[in-house]
C-alpha cells in the first residue's frame, strides 16, 4: 500500500497528486474495478485465453519474416540500404 509523508512545509495538493500517482503505478485502481463486481470463473479463464490469444499473435507478427528483415535491414546500416 501506498504511503506518503507529508512533510511540514509541504502543501497537501501536491502530496495527493503524489499519492493518487503512486496508487496508479501500483495499479491499486485497476485492481479495485477489477473486483468491484463478482467475476465468475468461466469469466475469468476466457480473459485469460483472450489475452494469451492476442500476446500469442503480437510475438507471431513480431516473429514473422518481414518483420525480423526489416529489423534486421534498419538496426545495421550498410551500403545496400541507401
Given at each position: 500500500m501506498p504511503s506518503i509523508q507529508?512533510?511540514?512545509?509541504?502543501?497537501?495538493?501536491?502530496?495527493?497528486?503524489?499519492?493518487?500517482?503512486?496508487?496508479?503505478?501500483?495499479?491499486?485502481?485497476a485492481e479495485v474495478r477489477r473486483r468491484e463486481h463478482y467475476e465468475k470463473p468461466t469469466w475469468i479463464r476466457k480473459r485469460k485465453m483472450r489475452t494469451a490469444v492476442q500476446n500469442a499473435r503480437?510475438?507471431?507478427?513480431?516473429n514473422s519474416p518481414r518483420n525480423r528483415a526489416r529489423a534486421v535491414n534498419l538496426s545495421f546500416p550498410t551500403l545496400e540500404n541507401y
Open positions: 507529508l512533510k511540514e512545509d509541504e502543501n497537501f495538493d501536491f502530496a495527493l497528486r503524489k499519492f493518487k500517482r503512486m496508487c496508479d503505478r501500483a495499479g491499486i485502481i503480437r510475438m507471431h507478427r513480431m
